[in-house]
């Protein structure tokens, strides 16, 4: 069975420190591995796919990058409006995505 | 434009009621989903349908049905709630089944008393 674990579960920064998200994973056949970005109240938002290991995908302060057994999301120098909760998840072969249970994010100013 | 819009917003509800949860996309995708978020954030799959056709269907209780009377639709129908059903639920779509770009309502949170 697909397993995703996230790390820490919540991480509280100052603004412009930055730091890294862990999202370890167990799965048959990795198709792909992705990152969401969830608002409080709201939906998750898709952020970034990674295929293979070695590739590392990147958006404003955000960069995302893939082992053969986790993934790493770097942020750096955050603010305030990163604060979210972030979502990591798998697909195996022709299957269903399995979720991690998130980091919650807090940037103080 | 809401891509994908979910109604109502808030549900509060006594046990051994029954609610239903609508759910719409205007993005022309295929496939829908039904994603049950418990308070810890896990985000766990009920249901697919792709063209209103039933693709996955996990180890939900009867109690949930799921109905799509077209593809930009799909409901959901909870009987006989119970204290355990209280949590964040989203409809997604994605342009076909399996297919990992999710695009998420804004989700429906569904109280238990």
């Known amino acids: 069975e697909d397993q995703v674990t996230q790390s820490p579960e919540a991480l509280r920064l100052q603004e412009g420190e930055s730091s890294s998200l862990n999202c370890s994973y167990t799965v048959s056949g990795l198709r792909g591995l992705f990152w969401y970005r969830q608002d409080p109240g709201k939906g998750p938002e898709f952020l970034f796919t990674l295929y293979s290991a070695g590739e590392e995908k990147e958006k404003e302060r955000l960069k995302a990058t893939l082992t053969k057994k986790e993934s790493f999301l770097h942020i750096t120098a955050p603010k305030p409006e990163d604060s979210a909760t972030y979502l990591c998840a798998v697909q195996a072969s022709g299957s269903r995505l399995t979720f991690g249970e998130g980091t919650q994010l807090t940037v103080n100013p | 434009d809401t891509a994908v819009s979910q109604t109502p917003k808030y549900l509060v509800t006594q046990m051994g009621n029954d609610k239903s949860i609508k759910c719409e996309q205007n993005?022309?995708?295929?496939?829908m989903y039904w994603y049950k978020q418990d308070s810890k954030k896990f985000l766990k799959i009920m249901f697919s349908?792709?063209?209103?056709?039933?693709?996955i269907n996990e180890t939900v209780p009867n109690r949930f049905s799921p109905k799509s009377p077209d593809k930009a639709h799909l409901n959901l129908h909870i009987n006989s709630l119970e204290l355990g059903d209280s949590a964040v639920y989203f409809c997604?779509?994605?342009?076909?089944?399996?297919?990992?770009?999710?695009?998420f309502g804004p989700g429906t949170r569904l109280t238990v008393l």
């Open positions: 997604a779509s994605s342009p076909r089944t399996h297919d990992p770009f999710l695009f």
């Open positions: 993005l022309g995708h295929d496939t």
């Open positions: 349908y792709n063209n209103k056709e039933l693709i």
